[in-house]
């Protein structure tokens, strides 16, 4: 069975069969030219190939007959597709398959005039979408339409000075102390260390999955944040296999591989888990696996609405780790640094609240001096 919009089908034979439209007969029908492969990704491969011949053809004779949509996964699987991360591809293909393509993809190149893409764009900050997502997906867009006129396809790119308005980003829930202290205890009491480790550590949930026993420092008290585990977009699967698969790579970023020192009594309770470990490579996985980050989302997420905490995800332990430190005066340089952030602005944008209040309560004792 073929993947749909991707014209591969398996013979009876063993081998692979690629077909891609090559043009019309005289009478109408549409003719097809036919690739072939042992392998998959090999058939796949070198449909790739002939369709990027044909792109450049193209756009050398008629750029009116080139479709947005046909650009942009040409773009994305020439240019990006193992240039980037997985997880990078999986969220620029799922941002232009929601936003872009329902409704640019059956637009000729030569349509998309800069007063066109604006019209795009303030359609897309009406409708009620995040600074960032629009941001993002423009971005995107411009990229594609920069690399067609690398390509010859257009004359001109027409995301060319266009602006984004700014909008401010809404605050980020946070577990009151009181919350907090509740979501502790229970956590202790039924053994979930996964959200005792979050909350007093601020690892993200894929580096949780993907923490292993070798990463922890017994005698330093600390543990190394070295890979992350995500459930992507399975794309470039074979026909009939999964939709989605169980990724283990690098961190999000260089600063994310950090160390962090663990409190005393969250070391106590792992180094209780190993000693009933066995042979398990992995903190929070079943044999040799990582732990599926669905799994301890939905095990948090039962834990918060038992105890009436509501309006929270496994992220917000990491949000109120941060806000936690601010409040105890704990310098922004070293919480950026513990949450492995790429910079100290990026803090400074998702805990500016916090630091608000933190200079207003300095304030105060100031004037009751």
Known sequence: MSRRGENIYMRKDGRYEGRYVIGKTENGRTRFGYVYARQYQQV??????????????EGGKAQAQISLAKMMRFWLESELLGAVKVSTYNTYVRLIDRHVLPTLGSCALSQLTPSFVLSFVQKMEASGLSYATVKSVYRLLSCAMRFALEEGMIQKNPCKKIRIQSKEAPQQRVLSQAEQRRLCDAAQCRGDFSTLLSLYTGLRLGEICALKWADIDWDKHTLTVRRTVQRLENYGARPGGP?????????????SHRVIPVPEFILAQLRSMWTKAGQTEFVFGASQRAADPRTIQRHFQRLANQLGIHGVHFHTLRHSFATRLLELGVDVKTVSALLGHGSVKVTLDFYAHSLFDQKQAAVERLSAY
Request: glycine residues 4%; charged residues 30%.
């Open 243 to 255: 939709k989605t698969a169980l990724m283990i790579g690098a961190p999000k970023s260089a600063c």
């Open 44 to 57: 796949r491969y070198k449909l790739m190939q002939k369709k990027a011949e044909q792109m450049k053809l």
